[in-house]
């Protein structure tokens, strides 16, 4: 568990793509998508993405030694692309242990995937609270609930947040800023992974063997194809850039201050040694 002022939170889901010779490590909702697709292997139609789950040696029990990274034990996760055989079979290793390994350094340039914090955080938010409303209006015992939430938000149907109009969706935002908990950083789109992976690459002493990139630094990441990826950023532009909605995202900002910080301190250090 990650530990921000004595608040623990998840690891965060770890995503390793084989694209030609790079190794391309990042976290679910942080870029995986794009990376996932460049990872297709035409000839196979295999995806050679895989996701792992981490947990430290104190609360999860794993004997093998091949589902061992470094300091943590590794549960690959029932929805990844690729199975951990597949995987050693790919970099021709034993264990995920061996990722790390001089013979992968000398095969493959390892490339590690941040994200401005503020930036991603409001990202993830969006799709969290849309993915909330979508989860009630398909779930026969949230009906009702979502039948409140229509009429407390003046829905006619709900599709997606991309669909109503910007005043409608600044109000649903504004709303879910009021009660969102810390628990929100342990959603898959919002996990902690620039202070992750700042700890991950210091306590191993990486930092000097990979390259670490932003995710918004197209001229660094012009050695990828570019591909055409959903986004959010029209809707989301709207809502930070509006006066209005200024006082409920300050509050919220400042309510969670020591995590952003936390967060924000560990991006830049990441993108100074990058």
């Given amino acids: 568990m990650l530990i921000i002022n004595n608040q623990e939170f998840k690891y965060p889901t770890l995503c390793i793509s084989v694209i030609d010779d790079y190794l391309v490590f990042t976290t679910k909702k942080n870029g995986s998508r794009y990376f996932e ?7 196979c139609g295999e995806v050679n993405t895989i996701d792992l789950y981490l947990h430290n040696n104190l609360n999860f029990n794993n004997s093998e030694l091949n589902y061992k990274l470094l300091d943590y034990n590794v549960e690959v996760s029932p929805n990844t692309h690729m199975d951990a055989n597949l995987f050693f079979q790919l970099l021709e290793i034993q264990s995920f242990n061996d990722v790390f390994s001089e013979k992968v350094f000398e095969k493959y340039k390892f490339i590690f995937i941040i994200r401005e914090p503020l930036n991603r955080f409001f990202t993830g938010f969006f799709e969290v609270v849309d993915s909330i409303l979508g989860v009630l209006k398909y779930d026969a015992r949230s009906l009702h609930t979502f039948g409140i939430i229509k009429k407390y938000f003046n829905l006619e149907d ?3 947040l991309n669909n109503l109009t910007q005043d409608k969706i600044n109000f649903i935002l504004n709303e879910y800023t009021e009660s969102i908990t810390l628990d929100i950083f342990n959603d898959e789109h919002l996990s902690l992974w620039n202070t992750f992976l700042l700890n991950f690459l210091q306590k191993q002493d990486l930092l000097n063997k990979v390259q670490i990139i932003d ?6 990441l012009s050695i990828f194809n570019k591909l055409d990826q959903p986004s ?3 809707w989301l532009i709207g809502w930070v850039n509006n006066e209005s909605n200024k006082l409920y995202i300050d509050k919220l900002i400042s309510k969670y201050k020591i995590v952003f910080d936390t967060e924000i301190e560990s991006y830049k250090i990441l993108l100074k040694n990058g």
């Fill in 37 to 43: 697709d460049l990872s297709l292997n035409n000839e």
């Fill in 232 to 234: 959010n950023k029209p």
């Fill in 158 to 160: 709900y599709n997606s």
């Fill in 215 to 220: 995710l918004n630094d197209s001229e660094k």
